[in-house]
Antibody, heavy 120, light 106 residues
Framework: QVQLVQSGAEVKKPGASVKVSCKAS????????ITWVRQAPGQGLEWMGW????????NYAQNLQGRVTMTTDPSTSTAYMELRSLRSDDTAVYFC?????????????WGQGTLVTVSS | EIVMTQSPATLSVSPGERATLSCRASQSVSSNLAWYQQKPGQAPRLLIY???TRATGIPARFSGSGSGTEFTLTISSLQSEDFVVYYCQQYNNWPAFGGGTKVEIK
């Protein structure tokens, strides 16, 4: 079965960077885009962007352009999301996700989430 | 940018009753609309995609309808585990989520 397992919680100071990993199993990694979504404490869901493991194509949310980088390592079926110049309002649970089928479909397989806390 | 608006923000319903949740898009998203359920401390769970297709393993009490800009999620008979938060999401263009509806016990 499809599984996405994320790295553990992180605590960072303002201005630092964080890199969250998402290890996929149970399917052919390069066949499906990986999406990243975040959720601030007590708030709704925010789409951050996605990456194609097949060709490395990325598409980022405008409000994160210049601070976020999504990458993949096909040799380990792992996706990464790096966020730089962290601010207090970046404190959130970060989720990776995969669409249910190839094509225009929503994410139906999710990682367990990684809490990133930004605090001085 | 397409803005998704959910209403109401909080819905108070008695167990066993029907719940109707609404989602409106600022422009047409065709049928590229999904509904998610989120329990505290968990990742979202896909309930409905294509506006009306239940995802794998989702009970028949959950149903979706609508197209274009107006969508509805109906839970026909609320069970105790259904009193959580629900989000709609369009995936027609740059994906966007609604603000969520919390279903609480009346």
């Amino acid at each position: 079965q499809v599984q996405l397992v994320q790295s553990g919680a992180e605590v960072k100071k303002p201005g630092a960077s964080v890199k969250v990993s998402c290890k996929a199993s149970g399917y052919t990694f390069h066949n499906y885009d990986i999406t990243w979504v975040r959720q601030a404490p007590g708030q709704g869901l925010e789409w951050m962007g996605w990456i194609s493991p097949y060709n490395g194509y990325t598409n980022y949310a405008q409000n994160l352009q210049g601070r976020v980088t999504m990458t993949t390592d096909p040799s380990t079926s792992t996706a990464y999301m790096e966020l730089r110049s962290l601010r207090s309002d970046d404190t959130a649970v970060y989720f990776c996700a995969r669409v249910i089928y190839d094509g225009t479909y929503p994410p139906g397989h999710w990682g367990q989430g990684t809490l990133v806390t930004v605090s001085s | 940018e397409i803005v998704m608006t959910q209403s109401p923000a909080t819905l108070s319903v008695s167990p066993g009753e029907r719940a109707t949740l609404s989602c409106r898009a600022s422009q047409s998203v065709s049928s590229n609309l999904a509904w998610y359920q989120q329990k505290p401390g968990q990742a979202p769970r896909l309930l409905i995609y294509g506006a009306s297709t239940r995802a794998t393993g989702i009970p028949a009490r959950f149903s979706g309808s609508g197209s274009g800009t107006e969508f509805t999620l109906t839970i026909s008979s609320l069970q105790s585990e259904d009193f959580v938060v629900y989000y709609c999401q369009q995936y027609n263009n740059w994906p966007a989520f609604g603000g969520g509806t919390k279903v609480e016990i009346k």
